[in-house]
């Protein structure tokens, strides 16, 4: 596996750690991993695309990023502020977004909100959450206010040792290299043993939901061509999202093509076509 560039970036009083693969001079790819995973959900990835700057963060609360304050949340928009100050400072005036999963929901309202600076936007196995109608918000609101107040009584669970958490992770659906691969940013030592190192408050509820119309509205403020990867046996057969998948073609300039795979195919079987089906994107 080729060694990744270390990098880290402070934006807002949270320092953003990160990886990076290929041509520093290279065109930049800034790459945003799904929920509970870290910049090393790229390390197959990444590697391919070596014409490129792929650039792969840690997102805040997650791998060796800082974790937000206490009175903070971590609904899919809260890191864009950070995301923009960061490509400021990575001096990218133009670049493209590639995005996994939950880092896809993120990749979506980031690009919109980068507008012509995004030149490109790749969605793997992602879009905007399944959007909810009105008539939920309440329900949805005090779900997170219960989640909020359990936080008190709070305790991280140890694994005794990285094949535990290796373990855990297969029963979700990873593969044994994938789990293997996000553990050294994933869990950390303890005197009796390893622990998470996300942030629990990322397991809780939004407390907002994006509905229908919003979710449109979004997708149609993005002005990037948009490559949207569907794993064949990920998220819309696992979880049922056939019509919040379809919903990306909202985007202006969208193509959306199959890949073989699972939810996490980046990091597993489907990395090599990925990466061809994205330099193709890149160029065309």
């Keep these: 596996m080729v060694a990744p560039r270390e990098i880290a970036v402070s934006a807002d009083g949270l320092r953003y750690a990160g990886l990076e693969w290929g041509n520093p ?123 909020h107040e359990a936080l008190a009584g709070y305790a991280p669970r140890v694994f005794q040792n990285d094949a535990e958490f290796v373990s855990a992770r297969i029963r979700l659906g990873f593969s044994e290299e994938s789990a293997r691969m996000l553990a050294p940013r994933a869990i950390r030592r303890v005197s009796d043993g390893f622990v998470l190192n996300h942030d629990p408050r990322l397991n809780h509820a939004s407390a907002i939901k994006l509905t229908p119309v919003m979710c449109s509205a979004f997708y149609g403020a993005v002005t990037a061509p948009t490559l949207a990867l569907i794993a064949e046996n990920g998220l819309r057969v696992r979880a049922g999202l056939d019509s919040a998948l379809a919903t990306v073609t909202e985007i202006a300039q969208c193509t959306v093509a199959r890949v073989p795979g699972s939810h996490h195919t980046h990091m597993e079987e489907g990395a090599a076509e990925i990466a061809d089906h994205i330099r193709s994107f890149l160029v065309a």
């Design 25 to 147: 001079e290279g065109y930049p790819i800034l790459a945003l991993h799904g929920w509970l995973d870290n910049a090393l959900s790229f390390a197959a990835l990444g590697p391919l695309l070596t014409d490129y700057r792929v650039i792969a963060l840690d997102l805040s609360g997650q791998g060796l990023s800082d974790h937000r304050s206490p009175d903070a949340t971590y609904h899919i928009w809260d890191d864009v502020p950070q995301l923009l100050s960061i490509v400021t400072q990575l001096d990218l005036p133009e670049l493209a977004i590639l995005g996994h999963s939950r880092g896809a929901a993120v990749s979506v309202l980031l690009a919109a909100t980068l507008g012509p600076r995004c030149s490109h936007l790749v969605l793997l196995d992602g879009v905007l959450p399944y959007p909810t109608g009105d008539e939920s918000a309440a329900s949805q609101f005090l779900q997170a206010q219960k989640d």
